[in-house]
Structure formats: structure tokens, C-alpha cells
């Protein structure tokens, strides 16, 4: 995007800042994505032979994820395919998984259909590796699924590792960290793998596995609503056009954007982390694990709590997206107790406190010092995180507020004080919800609130990696554009002159990695006074998404001074928020 664009972006992108996903879907037609966006909340499955390892292979725990067991440790084809013999989860109960996800609140179910191990939780009449045939259980684990949640009104998807595959032979074998880039050559080395039973054709595994398997999830159990595409190691256009023509004749079918070969499908897929501004212009969908990971594993007790994901959750939805939330079934079929506790508690709250759930669109503030925002119309739902000292929550709008309540409990009415430029809520002394307080507020007219500070405005560099890694990337709102410094430095500024006297209390980082690459870059905010820099605070970043608060400065000019020891300094986006 060129500078020239930039003002008319800018208009387009207050408009989606206002009205939250007024124009959110543009690539796809209005009413395939109505239920997606009024869901807010669904459940990931992950799903299959590794819950019989769980974790650990020859008695030593296997680091990081459970489900990619086979490939950290690099587990031969042969002795691997014998952990099949013993996977037999006859306490599987379809509709008891249902109705765990629909007291949670949750709208949809994706579910792997075939993770990278290649191992399929279908009867395949392509391949033997499968539950059907390569399992004591015998039957179709899908077909079950798919029967409970039409039963019971619950949408229902399939994960499908279209490319890696690291059973049958030419499938291909990425590693975390890896996989989301530019495919290698077809001259690249066996493409990661270790055994020589997995080598072998890559396009002849497409055409042979992978093709024919998504037609047969596609026009074998009926209705299904989504299809979620994972890890594009060595896609190219010409071979993603093989299974996006298998899509045609479901018009209405929901794709993520990880088939690969530049389609981009309906959704974003943040993993692990929520991006601080969100995807203006783009449906989108934060997946998460429970613990640290996505497939069972028994020695992971890192569980994260209840109001931890309920927060996620409102965070998520208050930007315009979706949250997945997953759960690892054991071998035996049966959900973990600490993932079937969090999903009762979440489920809990998310009933008193639906009506600011579903249905809503994102907020009309770009933030929030205590907490976030949904609207529906001329309400607007203040999510209340950090409970205000002195009672009196501060609405950052001047439109004319009608009336305000709790909207949980016994819905008291709330007194409304006017203040210059902005509305002064008066909550109850003890707070009534320490995990999100929920108010409730009717209001007149489209929502007036100041822009982003640095919403149009120039933004400077020391220096730039190409032609692509532009300045204006920074400040788009767009966390898939991205600026890095020139290659070979380590150090760089990022500056901006917002031009007027703007007081800050708050910024927020986009950065170009994962959680698990473990990442970080030292980060120093400083603001020009008197002639000179000021430091204003300083973080080290988690490498992904993040927004941080300060004690509020004043300044025409702010800059970024970025260290980072591993690689080029780089940011997707980066925003300055007002002190409230």
C-alpha cells in the first residue's frame, strides 16, 4: 500500500472502527458468513493416535506440542503405525462432547479430521490409516460427531493437514516456525523427512491421498460447515487448484487461509494470541489451547484459567473475531476433567452475560484503558475489566447516553453523569464481577469517538529490509503487512509525529512471529520534549501481539528504539492510544 492510498484507507478504516464489521466481508457473500459472525465461539478438537503416546515415547516425556509427537521425535512410519493397534476409545460419547460445547456457549465444532501424522479419524477408502481399519474400535469416529451435532443444532467442521503428511509416502514434513513460509523448490531435500518409508512423490501423494480424501469429507456426512486448512508446506497455486475446485459445489462452505498457493479463504487464523487491533476488512479467528497443547498430553498441567479465557474471549469478540478454543481428548475418548472445568465455568458466565456475546459487532473504541466493548445497534455492552477506585467509569464518546444497567444479576440500573466531551457511569461500590463486570448502555445516534493517534499519519524508519518492508506497513491496522529494518541490523527507529500535543497513555505491538518460536525484541517508547527524547517505559516483547500500559505523557512526537539480538527488527503494526 503506497502512501497516496493511505488517506482513503484511513477513512475506510474509521468506518470499520465505528461500525465494527459494517464492511468485514467483502470477499465472500453475505450469507455464508451471517452464523459464523454471530457464533463469536467455538471448540477445536485436535484428535488421534498421538493421545496414545500422550506425550511420551520410549519412557521419556517429548517436548511441546502432543500431536506432533511422531515428528520431534522422530518416530519411524512402522513403529508408530503400531500405536493404531492399541487406540480404541470406546468412551467416546459424541453427544456428551456436544452438549459440553453447547453448555460452554460454544456454536461450532472443528474437529481433525486428519492431523499431520496423516492419520485419519474416518473410514478412507484411499488408505488403510485409518481409525476403520488400522484400530480395534473400528468405526467411523466423524460420522458420529457429525450425527450428535446435527441432533443437537451444533455446526460442525473438519481440520484437514492437506499438505504435510508424514505416514504416506511423499507427504510433506515441515517444522513449527516453518511451515507458513514461501515454499521450497521440488528440487529441496525430502522435504524434512527421517524414515525412508515416508519418501517419495509429493504431487503423486496429493492426487493419490490428499484430493481424494477432503472429496470424500466433503460429500459424505451431509451438511458441513467449514473446512479448516493447515500448515501449506510446498503448495503453489497450480496445486492448491486441485482442492479448491473440489469446493465449488459447496457454495456456502467456510475456508481458513492456510490451504496455501495464495488463496486466501474466509478467515484469519491467529494461533496462540490475539492481535491488538484485530483484521479490519477480514473475518477472523484466534485458535487456542487450554493448556500448552493441542493434542492430549499427559504431563501438561499448565492449564489456563477460567477468567483468563473468558477474558480472551471478550477481547476477541470486542475486535471483531472469533474464538476457537480447543480441547485434546484422551485415548480413550474421553475429555480431560481440568478442560471439561473450564468449559462449565466459561459456560457459566457466558449464559448470564450472552446478550453481550452473540451477535454483537466490534467495538467503536480503538481502546479501552478497563476493559473492552461490544455493540448491537444502539447498545453498546462495557466488558469492565479493571474496576474503577473511585466507582465513576469513564465512556469516551459524546453521544447522548439513555440509560445504563448491569446486565447480569438483578440488571440495576446505573446513574449516567454528563462530562465535557464524554459520559461518566456511576457502578456499584463492590464490584460484581471480578472477571468482566457487564454494563449495558442505550445511546443516540453513530458512535462519536477520537480516532487513533496515529490513524493517516507519516511514520518514519532508520532503515528498510525492501521496497516491500514499507514504513506505512506499521500503522495500516493490518497485522499481515509488516516493516523489518535493513538486513544485518539489529538496532532500529520507529517515529511518528502525530502533529498536535496528544496526551498517551497506552500502546500496542504486532510482531511477525508465534508464541512458541519464543521470541522477543526490547522495545523503548520515548517522546520528544523540550529539545530532547524522553524514555516513557520500555518492554521486552512476547514476539507476537501485545499491548502495554504507562503512566500518560504528552507529545507531539513519539518513537520506537528497537534492539532485537536474533534477527532484523520488525513490526506488523504498531498504535498509540489515548490516556482516558
Known amino acids: 500500500m503506497n502512501f497516496i492510498k493511505k488517506s482513503c484507507y484511513a477513512a475506510t478504516l474509521l468506518l470499520l472502527l465505528a461500525g465494527g464489521q459494517a464492511g468485514a466481508q467483502q470477499n465472500t457473500p453475505a450469507d455464508k458468513m451471517t452464523w459464523w459472525k454471530e457464533a463469536k465461539f467455538g471448540m477445536f478438537i485436535h484428535w488421534g493416535v498421538y493421545a496414545e503416546l500422550a506425550g511420551r515415547y520410549q519412557g521419556q516425556e517429548v517436548p511441546k506440542f502432543g500431536e506432533w509427537i511422531m515428528n520431534y521425535a522422530k518416530i519411524p512410519v512402522a513403529t508408530y503405525q503400531a500405536y493404531a493397534k492399541q487406540f480404541n476409545p470406546v468412551k467416546y460419547n459424541a453427544d456428551a462432547w456436544v452438549k459440553a460445547a453447547k453448555d460452554a456457549g460454544m456454536k461450532y465444532i472443528i474437529i481433525t479430521a486428519k492431523h499431520h501424522d496423516g492419520f485419519a479419524l474416518f473410514d478412507s477408502k484411499v488408505t488403510d490409516w485409518d481409525v476403520v481399519d488400522a484400530t480395534p474400535y473400528g468405526k467411523d469416529l466423524l460420522a458420529q460427531l457429525v450425527a450428535a451435532c446435527h441432533r443437537h443444532g451444533m455446526k460442525i467442521g473438519f481440520y484437514y493437514s492437506q499438505s504435510q503428511d508424514w505416514h504416506h509416502p511423499g507427504g510433506a514434513a515441515g517444522s513449527i516456525g516453518t511451515w507458513d513460509k514461501a515454499p521450497k523448490p521440488d528440487t529441496a531435500a525430502k522435504d524434512g523427512h527421517w524414515d525412508v518409508a515416508q519418501n517419495g512423490d509429493y504431487d503423486a501423494y496429493l492426487n493419490k491421498i490428499a484430493v481424494p480424501q477432503v472429496k470424500e469429507l466433503l460429500s459424505r456426512y451431509g451438511n458441513i460447515d467449514v473446512l479448516w486448512w493447515d500448515t501449506p508446506v510446498r503448495m503453489t497455486p497450480e496445486r492448491a487448484v486441485h ?338
Open 243 to 580: 482442492f479448491t475446485e473440489l469446493l465449488k459445489p459447496y457454495p456456502k462452505l467456510i475456508t481458513n487461509n492456510r490451504l496455501g498457493g495464495g488463496v486466501k479463504g474466509d478467515t484469519e487464523t491467529p494461533e496462540q494470541f490475539v492481535p491488538a487491533t484485530g483484521f479490519p476488512g477480514r473475518t477472523w479467528e484466534t485458535c487456542m489451547t487450554m493448556n500448552d497443547t493441542w493434542g492430549f498430553k499427559a504431563d501438561d498441567h499448565n492449564w489456563k484459567s477460567s477468567s483468563f479465557l473468558i477474558r480472551n474471549l471478550i477481547d476477541i469478540v470486542s475486535k471483531g473475531g472469533n474464538f476457537l478454543l480447543n480441547v485434546g481428548p484422551t485415548a480413550q475418548g474421553e475429555m480431560p476433567e481440568p478442560s471439561l472445568q473450564r468449559l462449565a465455568e466459561v459456560g457459566k458466565w457466558v449464559k448470564a452475560n450472552a446478550e453481550s456475546i452473540y451477535g454483537t459487532t466490534a467495538s467503536p473504541f480503538p481502546y479501552l484503558s478497563w476493559g473492552r466493548a461490544t455493540r448491537k445497534g444502539q447498545k453498546l455492552y462495557l466488558h469492565v475489566f479493571d474496576y474503577p477506585a473511585d466507582g465513576m467509569l469513564h465512556v469516551p464518546m459524546t453521544n447522548q447516553i439513555t440509560g445504563a444497567h448491569l446486565l447480569a444479576g438483578n440488571g440495576l440500573k446505573l446513574q449516567v453523569l454528563s462530562r465535557k466531551g464524554y459520559s461518566a457511569i456511576k457502578l456499584p461500590v463492590n464490584c460484581p464481577d471480578t472477571v468482566s463486570t457487564v454494563v449495558e448502555v442505550d445511546f443516540k445516534g453513530e458512535p462519536q469517538v477520537l480516532p487513533l493517534p496515529m490513524l493517516g499519519k507519516l511514520v518514519t524508519v532508520s532503515s528498510q529490509k525492501s521496497a516491500e518492508d514499507k514504513p506505512t506497513n506499521i500503522s495500516d491496522l493490518d497485522p499481515t503487512t509488516r516493516w523489518t529494518a535493513a538486513a544485518g541490523k539489529h538496532e532500529a527507529t520507529v517515529a511518528v509525529d502525530l502533529g498536535a500535543p496528544v496526551a498517551i497513555g497506552s500502546f500496542s505491538i504486532d510482531e511477525p512471529w508465534h508464541p512458541w518460536d519464543h521470541r522477543s525484541q526490547q522495545v523503548q517508547l520515548e517522546y520528544f520534549k523540550n529539545g530532547q527524547w524522553v524514555k516513557a517505559t520500555e518492554v521486552n516483547t512476547n514476539g507476537a501481539s501485545q499491548t502495554v500500559k504507562m503512566a500518560p505523557v504528552t507529545a507531539s512526537k513519539f518513537r520506537l528504539q528497537i534492539k532485537n539480538d536474533f534477527a532484523e527488527p520488525s513490526l506488523m503494526d504498531w498504535q498509540l492510544y489515548r490516556a482516558e
